[in-house]
């Protein structure tokens, strides 16, 4: 099945630790994005990448990297800079960009203790 | 820059009654406008979006929405609520390339 795999569902880090979140595609989609969801703010864009090796900053880029090596890969990392990183983590893809169809992947929850 | 209003954070309605969720836009040029259904603790997945051509989009599990430029409006609906549809519902817009910015989105319950 074609579809997009994010890793732990779950996850908790102790405050002052990197963490990485896992995104795989297998849509062979050149596009993929990181978003991060509060409650009652909706979704905000943090990192997309149209092509492998190169990725953009989103809205909210401060305190996450990321990196595309592989076409089907696109890990967020939530570095100790992130000020509040407890939320939900939302990979998405599409085949190009603009009003292509993003794909979701059933997200991460992380939990800074 | 484009951006979303969603009326109503909270949708309480009857099963089997019309379900209605307004959503509002702001862009200087013609928008594409999506709506996208997240059930808890799961991704989003599209309902239905509208680029060019027909205002009026039909999309899954019986919604609708309707293209209205002179009203900047997507109100999304659908004519009978099922218990089913009790998710949270998120209006979006693109007007260039990769960027979507979404409304806060707003939850449905449904009575039976």
């Known amino acids: 099945d074609g579809g997009i795999t994010q890793s732990p569902k779950y996850l908790f880090r102790k405050e002052g630790q990197n963490v990485t979140l896992s995104c795989e595609q297998n849509l062979n989609h050149d596009a993929m994005y990181w978003y991060r969801q509060d409650p009652g703010q909706g979704l905000r864009l943090i990192y997309y990448?149209?092509?492998?090796?190169?990725?953009q900053k989103g809205d909210i880029a401060e305190g996450y990297s990321v990196s595309r090596e592989k076409k089907e890969s696109f890990p967020l990392t939530v570095t100790s800079a992130q000020k509040n990183p407890t939320a939900f983590y939302l990979c998405?893809?599409?085949?190009?960009?603009?009003?292509?169809?993003?794909?979701f992947g059933p997200g991460t929850r992380l939990t800074v203790l | 820059a484009q951006s979303v209003t969603q009326l109503g954070s909270h949708v309480s309605v009857s099963e089997g009654a019309l379900v209605l969720l307004r959503c509002n836009y702001s862009s200087s040029v013609p928008p594409y406008l999506f709506w996208y259904v997240q059930y808890p603790n799961q991704g989003l997945q599209l309902l239905l979006k509208?680029?060019?051509?027909?205002?009026l989009v039909k999309g899954i599990n019986g919604f609708e929405a309707e293209f209205k430029k002179s009203e900047t409006s997507f109100h999304l609906t659908k004519p009978s609520a099922h218990m089913s549809d009790a998710a949270e519902y998120f209006c979006?817009?693109?007007?260039?390339?990769?960027?979507?910015?979404f409304g806060a989105g707003t939850t449905v319950t449904v009575r039976a």
């Open positions: 509208y680029t060019t051509g027909a205002t």
């Open positions: 998405a893809s599409s085949r190009t960009g603009g009003i292509d169809t993003q794909y």
């Open positions: 990448s149209q092509i492998v090796n190169d990725f």
């Open positions: 979006a817009v693109s007007v260039n390339d990769y960027k979507l910015s």
